[in-house]
């Protein structure tokens, strides 16, 4: 369902490129994880990916098309349909409520019949938020608001899910619990899920490992851990 094919990426004020012939494919269902250290490429490869932008040379495929291939008004309806985001610092909009938070990528594209609700409030009971839905995200914790993040970003249904850096400002404990919910969602809902992390621990629940380093793919491993409990 994904296809990344050779793939460079300048930025017009850096002289190394981002990345340098990067190649990978993922299958529905996946879950891969993206590693390596700051700097070598995890944020671009997915902003590729989630066609919040072009590669300056290769192409990126999802479900077949090609994004380059979308004009820009179908190419915002694309991404919120296709595509779910997950960040390190949640993005919620502070003045909105939990629910409204939610709902707000379903208002986008016109659903605002009664389902939009009864569809927020049904993500938000998935990720264990049903009854905080009448808050606003200052009155919450991390770990909460990504929770709170996550159900935004599932609630079109995308066939991707984007997880740049998920568990970056969470504690242990809570970095933990976002990634279990992150692989339950993967396990349960048939999620294709690419997470970028320089953290191992949160790595340990991805199925394939990409380990990156200075824009390129170094090398591509199972996870013996992942593959032994599927
Ligand atoms: P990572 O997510 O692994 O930390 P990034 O994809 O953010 O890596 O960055 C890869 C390289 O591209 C770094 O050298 C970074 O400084 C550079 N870079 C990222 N975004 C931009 C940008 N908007 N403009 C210029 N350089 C950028
Ligand atoms: P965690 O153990 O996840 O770090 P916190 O100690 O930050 O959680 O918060 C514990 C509980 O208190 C959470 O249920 C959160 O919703 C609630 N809470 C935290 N900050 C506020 C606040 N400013 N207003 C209302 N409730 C809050």
Same mark, same amino acid.
Do not use: I, W, Y
């Given at each position: 369902m994904l296809e990344v094919d050779d793939v460079y990426k300048s930025y017009a004020a850096a002289d190394a490129p981002a990345l340098r012939g990067v190649s990978l494919r993922a299958e529905k269902g996946d879950f891969l994880a993206i590693m390596g250290p700051? /700097?070598? !490429?995890?944020? =671009?490869?997915?902003?590729?990916?989630g066609a919040m932008d072009q590669p300056s040379k290769g192409r990126v495929l999802v479900d077949g098309r090609s994004v380059a291939d979308l004009g820009d008004d179908e190419l915002a309806r694309w991404r919120r349909q296709k595509i779910g985001f997950v960040f390190q610092f949640f993005n919620l909009?502070? =003045?909105? =409520?939990?629910? %409204?938070?939610? %709902?707000? +990528? $379903?208002?986008?594209? !016109?659903?605002? &019949? /009664? =389902?939009?609700?009864? $569809? #927020?409030?049904? @993500?938000?009971?998935?990720? !264990?938020? &049903?009854?905080?839905? $009448? $808050?606003? +995200?200052? %009155?919450?914790? /991390? &770990? %909460? @608001?990504?929770?709170v993040a996550i159900a935004r970003a599932l609630v079109n249904e995308p066939s991707l899910l984007l997880a740049d850096e998920p568990t970056g400002s969470l504690d242990t404990e809570n970095g933990e619990s976002v990634m279990r919910l992150l692989a339950g969602v993967n396990r349960d809902l048939g999620v294709t899920l690419l997470l #970028?992390?320089?953290?191992?621990? #949160?790595?340990r629940h991805a199925r394939r490992h990409v380990h990156m380093r200075d824009g390129a793919i170094e090398a591509l491993t199972e996870n013996p851990d992942v593959a032994a409990s599927v």
């Open positions: 700051s /700097g070598c !490429g995890k944020s =671009t490869l997915l902003h590729l990916v909009l502070p =003045t909105l =409520t939990v629910l %409204e938070n939610v %709902e707000l +990528p $379903r208002l986008l594209d !016109g659903d605002n &019949g /009664g =389902t939009c609700r009864e $569809r #927020a409030q049904a @993500m938000l009971d998935l990720v !264990g938020m &049903g009854t905080k839905s $009448r $808050r606003f +995200p200052a %009155e919450l914790s /991390g &770990g %909460e @608001m990504q929770r #970028a992390t320089h953290s191992s621990e #949160a790595a």
